[in-house]
């Protein structure tokens, strides 16, 4: 069966800094993989999709970028994270073709100071 | 862009008795339409989803329905439980390899004893 990770589940980031959160996914090849985000009592917003390694469409213009270096690894980063980019990041990820559904990772909960 | 309006926001009901959430979408090209739960501090959790060439689905105590007329779509839940508690959402998602799914803003269910 598959299995979809992020890490880390928290973290506690300063104005300014960097960031890097990590997805990957396992019992799969070749998935379509997502990344949203969540602010405090919304929706889901979609930040980026990949549909294989290399290709990233972004939704939103914003300071984050993501990246697919490999197959099962979706990234997303920032160099310089703002008070407005807290929330709860979600990857996700789905098979292509007629199976629609997308099966969400843990969430990173992310809170900018 | 596909853009998707749920009603409503907040849903009380008492045990036993039954909740509706409606949803409705713009894009005439969208054909998939998922319902996900989400308890407080958790992921996204997909409870039942419904394509364009069915009109109606079931699954035990919850059910969607599909109007493509009307471009509306609804869950319902009978028989609540209080473990119903939680933020459903609905989305849509046209046909495409990259599946984007756009999502409602969420109701948030309270069933009480």
């Known amino acids: 069966s598959q299995t979809i990770h992020q890490w880390p589940a928290t973290l506690v980031q300063p104005v300014g800094s960097p960031l890097s959160l990590e997805c990957t996914v396992e019992?799969?090849?070749?998935?379509?993989l997502y990344w949203y985000r969540q602010a405090a009592g919304r929706g889901l917003q979609l930040l980026f999709y990949s549909v294989g390694i290399g290709q990233i469409s972004s939704e939103v213009p914003q300071n984050l970028s993501a990246s697919r270096p490999q197959d099962r690894q979706f990234i997303l980063s920032s160099k310089k994270l703002l008070l407005s980019d807290s929330g709860f990041y979600l990857c996700?990820?789905?098979?292509?073709?007629?199976?629609?559904?997308?099966?969400f990772g843990p969430g990173t909960r992310l809170t900018v100071t | 862009g596909e853009n998707v309006e749920q009603h409503p926001s907040t849903l009380s009901v008492q045990e036993g008795d039954s909740a509706v959430i409606k949803c409705t979408y713009s894009?005439?090209?969208?054909?998939?339409f998922p319902w996900y739960k989400q308890e407080l501090g958790k992921r996204p959790q997909l409870i039942i989803d419904i394509r364009s060439n069915v009109g109606e689905k079931k699954d035990q105590r919850i059910a969607v329905t599909l109007n493509k007329t009307a471009k509306h779509f609804s869950l319902h839940i009978t028989e609540t439980q209080p473990e119903d508690s939680a933020v459903y959402f609905c989305a849509a998602s046209p046909t495409g390899t990259a599946s984007k799914l756009t999502f409602g803003t969420g109701t948030r269910l309270q069933v009480t004893l």
């Open positions: 996700a990820w789905s098979l292509k073709g007629l199976a629609y559904e997308q099966y």
């Open positions: 019992g799969t090849s070749n998935p379509n």
């Open positions: 894009d005439s090209a969208s054909n998939y």
